[in-house]
C-alpha cells in the first residue's frame, strides 16, 4: 500500500480516500499514526486510518494509550453490511481466548445487529471506531452514530485485535497502521 503525502493539504491518500493528517475527536488532536488498505486475495475492500493522541508501533501502545482514538474505515468496493459484522466478530475471536471473548457476547451482538441493520456499505462508505475516554466505544456507519456506546474498554480492545492482534485481518495493514509517523 502506497502513501501519498501532500504536505500543503495535511492528508494522506490512499486509493482515492483522503484521510487528514490531524483531526479532533471530542475536543482533543489526533494525529494520523498510519494508514494502508485490507486486501482479499488481490482485491482492494477498503482503506483505514489509525488516529491516535501521539504516535505508536505496537498493538499495545495502542490500546493501552490514554484519551481517545479512532479508526476510520473507508470502503473500496461494496460488501455486505450484515457479512462486514460477521467477519468483524470472527477477526475479535481470532484473536482473543474463549473466556475473554464470552464476556464480550452482548456487545458482540449488538455490533452484529448495527451491521445487519446497515445498507450494504459501497465504495466511498465510512465507519468508525472511535475510543472516546468515560463514554466508549463510539461506531458511527456513513455518518450516523449507532445506539448507545459500548462501556467496556475490553471491547475496544477487541475491536482493535481485529487489525492489530496476533491473527490481523491483513498483516501488511496492521503494519501500516502500526507505522507511527
Not at 482479499?40 to 493501552?64: M, Q, R
Request: net charge positive.
Amino acid at each position: 500500500c502506497l502513501l501519498s503525502f501532500n504536505s500543503p493539504a495535511a492528508t494522506v491518500e490512499i486509493h482515492g480516500v483522503k484521510m487528514e493528517d490531524k483531526i479532533q475527536l471530542h475536543g482533543s488532536p489526533l494525529q494520523l499514526n498510519g494508514a494502508g488498505t485490507r486486501y482479499k486475495a488481490i482485491f482492494k475492500v477498503y482503506a483505514a486510518g489509525l488516529y491516535l493522541s501521539k504516535p505508536a508501533t505496537t498493538p499495545d501502545e495502542v490500546v493501552n494509550q490514554p484519551g481517545p482514538k479512532r479508526l476510520s474505515v473507508t470502503m473500496l468496493r461494496t460488501i455486505d453490511s450484515k457479512e462486514l459484522g460477521k467477519l468483524l466478530t470472527r477477526g475479535m475471536e481470532d484473536n482473543m481466548d474463549k473466556a475473554a471473548m464470552s464476556k464480550l457476547i452482548p456487545g458482540l451482538v449488538r455490533m452484529g445487529e448495527i451491521f445487519a441493520a446497515q445498507k450494504p456499505l459501497v465504495e466511498g462508505d465510512n465507519f468508525l471506531i472511535d475510543w472516546v475516554p468515560g463514554t466508549g466505544s463510539v461506531i458511527t456507519v456513513k455518518g450516523q452514530v449507532q445506539g448507545e456506546p459500548f462501556k467496556e474498554p475490553e471491547f475496544f480492545k477487541a475491536l482493535m485485535w481485529i487489525w492489530l492482534g496476533q491473527a490481523p485481518a491483513d498483516y501488511k495493514l496492521k503494519e501500516a497502521l502500526l507505522a507511527g509517523k
